[in-house]
């Protein structure tokens, strides 16, 4: 009896803890429930700024490497055995306009030079002396062979020009062919020398004196390294808010000095596989800085100005549209995209002044969504 109502205690002392424990459970979980209610009808929380037009200028980024715009291979015209190299040649020498770089052996063609010059100076005395021709035009062709006795093939005097009369009899005595004759010799004469055609740098392997070479070997390239220019390659997307004239800033590294160039020119042609474009860039030489052609160097290109437009962060363009906060809900607005640079986008400035727009980044946002401004978001 006594083992009974002992039974009885502690099945009652059960019970009432498991109505406890239930009740505990359901006051929980509507605690639970009410907090996720009240954070439903808050709304998620984000950060918004106000929309401030004003003017945008678009900046586009690219980097490349430096080259030269004017530039050239050296070259022999003729065969010969190389008889002086100036500086043999060697990669990274200096050289001005006219400078003989390299001369071949030219006995040969310097006694034909010499015996056309002869014949030139020979017929021209007779023409100054015999030819029915006034007295001031004869004084013309002595100066003329005065001259040209003291010249060397490469800056041979001009042969004097007449009356149509005075050219015939020229033609007649034989001055005209001697003249063809002796310039003739005289080309022949000069390519056994390689001049300079301008300053620039030697780029090549040198060269030493006593060997042969064949006509049209090279001889290296010859680079005007004042004269640079940057080939920059930029997308379809970035070539409406550039034009020829535009500014670019230029810089190499980590060098604070920077130089400032133009865009000269864009190609018209797209590459059919990266749909993008060279646009070159043209740099003085009058800053005095030393970049040489091949240098790697980071481009920032000043393109369009919008007068009054809106630039924000690429990330708060959602398919066309922007996430703007409006009596507390999401609101995705259409926008005019006029340019694209690196990091922002810019807009035509055709949303209400005050805005608001919600720049925290949005996962599957929905118009209509409710919205909290926080400082943490």
């Known amino acids: 009896m006594a083992q009974k109502k002992w039974l009885l205690s502690v099945l009652s002392i059960a019970g009432v803890l498991a109505v406890g424990t239930v009740v505990m459970l359901l006051l929980m979980s509507n605690k639970v429930v009410a907090e996720e209610t009240a954070v439903v009808a808050q709304g998620r929380v984000v950060k918004t ?10 900046r586009i980024f690219a980097d490349g490497f430096l080259q030269s715009i004017q530039k050239t291979t050296l070259r022999s015209p003729v065969s010969g055995q190389v008889k002086a190299v100036f500086g043999g040649l060697q990669d990274g020498l200096a050289v001005r306009k006219g400078d003989v770089l390299l001369s071949l052996d030219d006995r040969r063609s310097a006694l034909a030079f010499e015996t056309a010059r002869l014949d030139m100076l020979k017929s021209a005395s007779q023409f100054a002396t015999t030819a029915d021709i006034p007295s001031e035009r004869r004084q013309i062709w002595r100066d003329f062979a005065r001259k040209l006795s003291a010249s060397e093939s490469h800056n041979l005097p001009g042969l004097p020009h007449g009356d149509d009369r005075e050219e015939l009899l020229a033609a007649t005595l034989g001055v005209r062919g001697s003249w063809n004759s002796l310039q003739g010799a005289a ?3 000069n390519e056994h020398q390689i001049r300079a055609p301008f300053d620039g740098v030697i780029s090549g392997d040198g060269m030493s004196p006593g060997s042969w070479i064949s006509a049209g070997t090279a001889l290296g390239t010859l680079i005007n390294a004042q004269t640079l220019e940057l080939p920059l390659a930029l997308s379809i997307r970035d070539l409406p808010s550039i034009k020829v004239g535009d500014t670019v800033f230029i810089r190499r590294g980590d060098d604070e000095n920077q130089k400032m160039g133009v865009v000269a020119r864009i190609e018209p042609i797209l590459d059919s596989g990266t749909q993008m474009a060279q646009v070159y860039v043209q740099i ?8 040489r052609p091949g240098t790697y160097v980071q481009a920032e290109i ?8 809106l630039r924000l962060p690429r990330t708060c363009l959602i398919g066309g549209r922007v996430p703007l906060l409006v009596d507390g809900t999401l609101h995705l607005a259409e926008v005019d995209v006029l340019a694209f640079d690196q990091r922002d986008v810019i807009l035509a400035a055709n949303l209400p002044v005050d805005s608001q727009l919600v720049v925290t980044l949005l996962q599957n946002p929905i118009e209509g969504m409710a919205l909290t401004v926080g400082g943490d978001a």
Request: hydrophobic fraction near 40%; aromatic fraction near 10%; glycine fraction near 6%.
């Open 302 to 309: 000043r393109g369009r100005v919008f007068d009054w437009a």
């Open 49 to 58: 700024t106000m929309l401030e037009p004003s003017s945008q200028e678009v």
């Open 284 to 291: 003085p030489s009058s800053d005095g800085m030393n970049w």
């Open 187 to 189: 080309l022949n004469l």
